[in-house]
């Protein structure tokens, strides 16, 4: 597989706004825990605005005003589980997993904890795609730093420079370059910005193995 002609050993993909669209759970699943840990209720805004954070841990944190336990943590994680139903599949990302996993090793690093990322994926169908999931918990910096998409290059057996991180938000796409991988933007996700530093774009899923070659 070659991507603007450089062969692609591996694939590594974000999860939220690239693969599935979480808006109808995840919020939901952070206000319950919050409010259940004794913080106040937080809007959908309030909460997408801290995804930047990292993982639960860090979010729950600042939404709760006080450092997030283990219980809140499992909290939230349950409270996913049971709102999980929610999360839809972008059109096209199934198909495109399928035949991609087909070709090269395909790898996942999300801010999202290993575990929600696990709930998620499970729920929607998406986790027999993956030979590896990296989660925001596991990394002690969140995107853009590199840490996360080396992470998942390394356990894929993947050389950063030979590998590509697919992911709709400028976050996605720094921590891309600065890992040396190339960036590629989904231009479908809810986060994509066309000023963003990506390499190549895909306008919708199926334009990614084209772009691949």
């Known amino acids: 597989m070659a991507l603007a ?76 589980a049971s709102v999980a139903d929610r999360v839809t599949v972008y059109d096209g990302v199934a198909a495109l997993l399928t035949e991609a996993a087909r070709r090269v090793p395909v790898g996942l690093f999300t801010g999202a904890s290993h575990a929600a990322a696990e709930i998620l994926l499970d729920r929607t169908g998406l986790a027999e795609h993956f030979t590896v999931v990296v989660g925001g918990d596991e990394v002690d910096r969140p995107k853009p730093d590199p840490e996360g998409v080396l992470l998942a290059c390394r356990r894929l057996g993947v050389e950063p420079g030979r590998s590509a ?44 193995l084209a772009l691949l070659g």
């Open 5 to 80: 002609g450089v062969p692609v050993a591996g694939l590594v993909f974000d999860m939220d706004g690239t693969l599935i669209e979480s808006h109808a759970a995840v919020p939901a699943a952070y206000r319950a825990a919050v409010v259940a840990g004794g913080g106040r209720e937080h809007t959908d805004e309030e909460i997408i605005a801290g995804y930047p954070l990292g993982a639960p841990a860090a979010l729950l944190t600042a939404l709760l005003g006080r450092p997030a336990s283990d219980t809140d943590v499992a909290r939230y994680h349950d409270e996913l």
């Open 165 to 208: 991180y697919v992911g709709d938000s400028t976050l996605d796409l720094r921590a891309a370059r600065s890992a040396g991988a190339r960036s590629v933007a989904a231009g479908w996700g809810h986060q994509y910005d066309p000023s963003g530093p990506a390499d190549l774009t895909a306008v919708h899923p199926s334009n990614l």
